[in-house]
Structures are given as C-alpha cells and as structure tokens.
C-alpha cells in the first residue's frame, strides 16, 4: 500500500513540474520595460544615419525675340543650359536645369538594449536533458 502512495506522489510531483514549465509569462514588452526600470544602464542610445534621395525634376524655360544678327551661343555649367540661337530678325533663347537628385543622410537616435550574453546560456538545454534523464532513471529505479 505504502509503495502506491509513494507512486501517486511521485506522479503528482511530475505532473506539477511538467506543468510548471507551461505556465504562460508577460509578453516581452513589459519584461523589457520591468527590465530598463530596475537598471536603465541597459539602454545604449545610438544613432541611425537613414539615407534618403531627393529628385529633383529638370526645368525648362524657352522664349524668342527679334534682333538683327545671325550667331549660335551654347553655354553649360553644372546642371544649367543655356542656347541662345539668333537667325535674321529672331532669336530664340531656351534654358533649362538638367534633372538632379540630391542625396541625404539623417541622423536619428534610438534606444539600443545592450544584452551580454552568458557563457552558462548554451549550457542550460543540456541541464534540462541531464535533469529529465535523472528523473527517468530514479524512476525506473523505484519502480523496479
């Protein structure tokens, strides 16, 4: 009689500690928050450069008026164009901005959580693996 108590108690043991395990914890947000309360050294502000591109489109502007000479004038510096054509009485003059883009970098700050790693974390599924056989070998042990 004595050996089935023994037996119901241990069983009651692993159905506690088996269910232990799935007992459902705080979303990671409020472990975080709970975390950085207790100790805010573990926030690290640090700063993103973003890239960013701006086009700019390119422009045009024509006219003509009249004069009396015939001549041909090209002019080009950076992104501007300049032609000036004068042919009999008119002349036609056309500028115009070649299109451009105009890359930015901005800065932004951001909290960055400095996590140091453990050098036991890798250890513990093999903790976990050892325990469950120990268990299944005291087991098999008192039941034999």
């Given at each position: 009689m004595q050996l089935k108590e023994l037996k119901g108690v241990i069983f009651s043991l692993a159905v506690i500690f088996?269910?232990?395990c799935c007992v459902s914890q705080k979303t990671a947000e409020r472990r975080i928050?709970?975390?950085v309360e207790c100790n805010p050294g573990l926030l690290n502000k640090?700063?993103?450069i973003v890239k960013d591109t701006v086009f700019l489109d390119a422009v045009s502007v024509d006219t003509t008026f009249s004069a009396n000479t015939t001549d041909t004038i090209i002019i080009e510096k950076d992104k501007v164009r300049i032609v000036y054509i004068k042919k009999d009485t008119t002349i036609y003059l056309k500028g115009e901005i070649i299109r451009d883009t105009i890359p930015i970098e901005i800065p932004v700050e951001v909290e960055?959580?400095?996590v140091k790693e453990?050098?036991?974390d890798k250890f513990i599924p093999l903790l976990y693996i050892l325990l469950f056989i120990g268990i299944l070998v005291a087991l098999r042990k008192l039941f034999k």
């Open positions: 088996l269910s232990s928050a709970r975390y640090d700063t993103v960055k959580i400095v453990n050098p036991y």
